[in-house]
Every structure is written in structure tokens, then in C-alpha cells.
């Protein structure tokens, strides 16, 4: 009875792999299943046994099955603001202007990233209701946009949180407002930029051919381009040809 | 309708069981190709409960272990009765066309 004990115990801890509200509803019946399935005498799980729980762990993390149907909406943008960036053309997740201040680069690529990585194991770990995450995404979008749009150079980084928004948002109205807001200005946005050779599209282009856009009606495109003659005035030393120093992580 | 679902809704076609149940009935019923694992068939049967195919029947604690017995749905039953009749009408054709190749040759 120790042996079965042992297995038990084994695939418990394959069992804790998957969300907590998930194990709540189905750790003892599955346990149950694994258990009657063994063969006398058998202390460890099979290796095909821990694959399938390991995959289904994952499965369940990335709202694949329930509990987290019903949100389909929400699943797809959370996933969509994890992907969108890679999309754009390059790995670029962080799309700087050039000639901006090293520093502010860094400490954006930084931001930046931190909020990728920690909506990516947020999206991971988290344990079914994704109320705990709404500090991270919303109301920091909500806190860091104005900051955003004062520093001119985190379009991506705002589109970013506003998509996190729309991650968090378990289907309320609110968020699906944001998330709907986000989607249009991130696809107009990328539409304006990239027909003028802005945003989308980094590091091979010369500067000189990135500045300015013809488009006007998007605070972002204006307040980027004020920082721009702002910061070409302080540096008078953009060389034209010099290839932008996009962040691409 | 994939199939392990299809052989899900069939192992409960007779009557309610629990999940070991379904697992060996499965591989039973598809004379040993189809094996479900614990993971595959718990994620299986929450999404049929969520498309409300199938239901809980009752809990019950054996050997100090719990069973959940789950049976089939009113929806359940129309679904994988046309699903059935698609797949014989299926294999009808290929089984009638088969013979007429032969037939010919």
C-alpha cells in the first residue's frame, strides 16, 4: 500500500501543474482515475501518463478548455497582444525612434520588456480569474499613458498595456471597451505609420527617411513628431543615412 | 465530431459512468486504437459539459477516492445519433462504391 501511496503522491504532483481553481473541481476524480488505471505494484507515473497531464496542464494555462470558456473574446486578444508585436514585420517588440536619449531608450526597452515577460507568465500562471492581473494591465495603461504619450516614444509600450487590458478584462464592459479602442488605434496606427515608413518598420531604414508622417488626427503620430523636432533641435547632429537605432529584442 | 469525443458519447450512450469507466470503454469499443489518457479525457469531458453534451450524474466516494459519474445530455443523445447516422451513410457510399470498382474490374 506504501508503493501506492508513493504513486499517489507522484501524481499529485503532476496534477499541480494545472490552474488551482481547475484542481479544486477535479484533483481527487482525476487522481481517482490515474490510480484505478495503475498497474499493481506501479510507483511511478508513466512517461506517456505525465506527458498527457503536463499537456493538459498547459492546455488548461492557456485557457484552451475550461474553465476559461466563455471568454473566447478576451482568449483571443490576450493572445493576439502577445503575438501582435511579432507580427509586425520584424522581431521588433519595441519600436524607438532614432536619435532618442540612450537612457530613456534603455529604461523603455526595459519597461517594455518586464511588461512582455510578465503578461507571458501571467497568462501562464495565472489561476482562472484574471481580477488579480488588472493592476498590472489596465489601470497601469491608465496610470502610464499620459506619462507614455509625454515621452512620445512608447506608442508600442501603451498599445501594449492597452492590450493587457483587454487580456485582464474577463469579459466587462469596461474592458472590452479598452480592448475595442486598442484594436482600432493600434490598426490605424500601424496603417499611418507604415505607409510612412515610420513605426512598423525598424532598423535598416535610414533615418532621414523616417521622420515626419503625412498623416495627421493621431495624438500619438503628433506628439511623436513635436519630440522629434524637440530632440533634433538639442542634437543638431542627425546624420542623414545613419541607420535608426531601433530596439529589437 | 472528432473521434475520441464520438467514442466518449458512445461509452455513455448505455448509461452514466465514471471516468475510469469511460477510459476503458473507450478502448474497448474501438478495440484498443483509441486510449485516453486522464489529461486528454478530462479536458474532453469539461468541454462537453461546457457544450452541455453531457452531465453529472452523482458523486460518489469509493475506497476513499472520488467518482463522478457523468451520463449523456438530451442534446447529447440527438447529437451523437446524427453523428452516427453520418458516419454509416459515410461509410456506406465507400463500402457500395468499393464493390462496384470491384464489380467492374
Redesign the interface.
Known amino acids: 500500500m506504501n508503493g501506492q501511496a508513493e504513486l499517489a503522491r507522484r501524481y499529485r504532483q503532476r496534477l499541480a501543474l494545472y490552474p488551482r481553481a481547475y484542481r479544486r473541481d477535479?484533483e481527487?476524480?482525476?487522481?481517482?482515475?490515474?490510480?484505478?488505471?495503475a498497474r499493481p505494484g506501479q510507483e511511478f507515473p508513466r512517461i506517456?501518463?505525465s506527458a498527457?497531464?503536463?499537456?493538459?496542464?498547459l492546455?488548461?494555462r492557456l485557457r484552451l478548455?475550461?474553465?476559461f470558456?466563455?471568454n473566447v473574446g478576451s482568449d483571443a486578444l490576450a493572445v493576439f497582444s502577445l503575438v501582435a508585436p511579432l507580427l509586425r514585420g520584424r522581431p521588433c517588440l519595441v519600436d524607438l525612434r532614432c536619435r532618442l536619449w540612450r537612457p530613456a531608450r534603455r529604461l523603455v526597452q526595459g519597461l517594455f520588456l518586464t511588461c512582455y515577460l510578465l503578461e507571458a507568465a501571467a497568462l501562464i500562471v495565472s489561476p482562472g480569474p484574471r481580477r488579480g492581473l488588472e493592476l498590472l494591465t489596465w489601470k497601469s495603461a491608465a496610470a502610464l499613458a499620459p506619462a507614455a504619450a509625454a515621452l512620445t516614444i512608447t506608442w508600442t509600450l501603451t498599445m501594449r498595456l492597452m492590450f493587457g487590458s483587454a487580456f485582464t478584462s474577463s469579459g466587462d464592459a469596461q474592458g472590452n471597451a479598452v480592448a475595442v479602442v486598442a484594436i482600432i488605434t493600434f490598426a490605424a496606427g500601424t496603417v499611418l505609420f507604415s505607409s510612412s515608413g515610420g513605426m512598423s518598420w525598424c532598423s535598416s531604414r535610414p533615418c532621414s527617411t523616417r521622420t515626419g508622417s503625412s498623416s495627421a488626427g493621431s495624438p500619438a503620430a503628433d506628439a511623436f513628431r513635436t519630440a522629434q523636432t524637440a530632440h533634433a533641435h538639442a542634437h543638431s547632429t542627425s546624420v542623414p543615412g545613419q541607420p535608426c537605432n531601433d530596439v529589437a529584442l | 465530431m472528432q473521434e475520441p469525443t464520438f467514442l466518449i458519447l458512445t461509452a455513455l450512450a448505455a448509461g452514466m459512468q465514471h471516468g475510469y469507466g469511460i477510459m476503458t470503454d473507450v478502448a474497448r469499443i474501438s478495440e484498443g486504437r483509441v486510449r485516453l489518457r486522464a489529461g486528454t479525457l478530462y479536458a474532453a469531458l469539461d468541454r462537453l459539459r461546457a457544450d452541455e453534451l453531457i452531465d453529472v450524474d452523482h458523486e460518489e466516494v469509493v475506497d476513499g477516492r472520488l467518482r463522478r459519474y457523468y451520463k449523456l445530455s438530451e442534446e447529447g443523445s440527438t447529437r451523437l445519433a446524427a453523428e452516427a447516422a453520418r458516419l454509416k451513410a459515410d461509410a456506406t457510399a465507400a463500402i457500395t462504391r468499393l464493390r462496384a470498382a470491384r464489380g467492374l474490374a
Do not use: C, F, S, T
Not at chain 1, 482525476?30 to 490510480?35: K, T
Not at chain 1, 498527457?52 to 496542464?57: E, K, Q, R, S
Open positions: 477535479h481527487e476524480e482525476m487522481l481517482a482515475v490515474l490510480l484505478e488505471g506517456a501518463e498527457d497531464l503536463i499537456w493538459g496542464a492546455r488548461m478548455g475550461y474553465p470558456r466563455g
